[in-house]
T-cell receptor, first 111, second 115 residues
């Protein structure tokens, strides 16, 4: 049972444009959401998080939006840069702090 | 590099052998988490440990898998009598405490291949 779903396995975006990565979840008990970035042969790196009491969190070029009624969140990267090419994992946790990961979306930034 | 250190980076075992994966958390971190990533899948939680204690092992297979985090030394994930299906990337993460203000920091993983 996939509680965190990233339905797009891959996404290609032109350099300088906005990248939008989407994530859906099914467990209404999740109250904390995270995005991790992963390069090949490396471990995931924490990017940004958001609590369920907020609907937006911004950190530089990265913004995460949360729509609780739709159980949907998205990560916006603007402007997209070549170094943003990586796999992005959406993750969620509830009060037990166990993190549940999605399968990831591979982002390609095109020159 | 004061990050989470995992070794070996690559481990090859034959079916039936034992695999030992080591994880040294970041300095000052006493919480360790192990995850497994199968090909084309996300990371799946296996076990959460603090020094000398297993806090949550709900993601660990009931047989052949064990984990420890002794008072001294790294955390060890041990897989006995390995089978082909154990081939995966195993990631360790650490945090300084439990809770949302302390994101987990990941090591670069151990890639386990079973022949």
């Amino acid at each position: 049972d996939q509680q965190v779903k990233q339905n797009s396995p891959s996404l290609s975006v032109q350099e300088g444009r906005i990248s939008i990565l989407n994530c859906d979840y099914t467990n209404s008990m999740f109250d904390y959401f995270l995005w991790y970035k992963k390069y090949p042969a490396e471990g995931p790196t924490f990017l940004i998080s958001i609590s369920s009491i907020k609907d937006k969190n911004e950190d530089g070029r990265f913004t995460v939006f949360l729509n609780k009624s739709a159980k949907h969140l998205s990560l916006h990267i603007v402007p997209s840069q070549p170094g943003d090419s990586a796999v992005y994992f959406c993750a969620a946790s509830n009060r037990d702090d166990k993190i549940i990961f999605g399968k990831g979306t591979r982002l390609h930034i095109l020159p | 590099n004061a990050g989470v250190m995992q070794n070996p980076r690559h481990l090859v075992r034959r079916r039936g052998q034992e695999a030992r994966l080591r994880c040294s958390p970041m300095k000052g971190h006493s919480h360790v988490y192990w995850y497994r990533q199968l090909p084309e899948e996300g990371l799946k939680f296996m076990v959460y440990l603090q020094k000398e204690n297993i806090i949550d092992e709900s993601g660990m297979p009931k047989e052949r898998f064990s984990a420890e985090f002794p008072k001294e030394g790294p955390s060890i994930l041990r897989i006995q009598q390995v089978v082909r299906g154990d081939s995966a990337a195993y990631f360790c993460a650490s945090s300084s405490s439990q809770g949302r203000n302390q994101p987990q920091h990941f090591g670069d993983g151990t890639r386990l291949s079973i022949l």
